[in-house]
């Protein structure tokens, strides 16, 4: 048995470790049966980047043993810093690319509002820096919140919340395909969805389908409102053309 503290093999039955004191009987009892912490929260690479690239090595190329393992509770301190830096070293490099981009486009394409996307060069890099960070957490607990609900109504949440929100926590890692100049963002999209359906399965033992259900039925309703909407201004449109007053050529 290894002290979860400062990680050394100490004797089976004791509750304290013999090298730095800390508690040994309670850190175990926090991890489920059969899980393992992930490397970014395990004693020895925790907040490491060794441990941020283990993790990301797991969760985004072998995402099915990744979360099958992953301890599905022991506090969301972990995950949401986890998530907060990933989410937020690729959105920069999106943004910068954004910026280094968008001259050499617009000496072959004409780009409308070219002088508005000029502010972002100024002030509006650093506004970006301080606003994504409170849209990721609040995105974090959303969504969360919004995917554990949907897997309730179909009885596939089988543990709380916190399992939830470590596996869109952990998810949030797809964000570095963002640094693909573009087409990032799309590989991102679909891969973060990918990610949360297996992660969602994984990590509370439920179906695909329950799992597909929590991830694809919000966006299915987001698209659908959008249809709608789109086809509502659409007849709005053709019906006051329709009854406009018919004005004979002079």
Known sequence: MFCPHCGKEVSEGHVFCQFCGGAIASAESALSPGRAKTAWEDPSTRWTLQGLISSLKGSLFAPANFFRSMNVTGGITDPLLYALITGMVSWMIYYFWQIVLHDPLSSYIPLKGASDFDLLRGTGIVAAAIITPFILIASL??????????????????????????????????????????????????????????????????????????????????????????????????????????????
């Open 141 to 250: 607990f959303i969504w969360s919140g919004m995917l554990h609900l949907l897997l309730m109504m179909v009885r596939g949440a089988k543990n709380g919340f916190e399992a939830t929100f470590r596996v869109v926590s952990y998810s949030i890692g797809a964000y570095i395909f963002l640094m693909i100049p573009f087409c990032g963002a799309i590989i991102s999209a679909l891969w973060t969805i990918v990610i949360a359906i297996i992660g969602l399965k994984e990590a509370h033992g439920t179906t695909g389908g329950k799992a597909s259900f929590a991830v694809l039925f919000p966006l299915i309703m987001c698209c659908s409102i959008v249809m709608l909407f789109f086809l509502l201004v659409l007849g709005t449109v053709a019906t006051s053309f329709g009854t406009m007053p018919h004005q004979p050529w002079k």
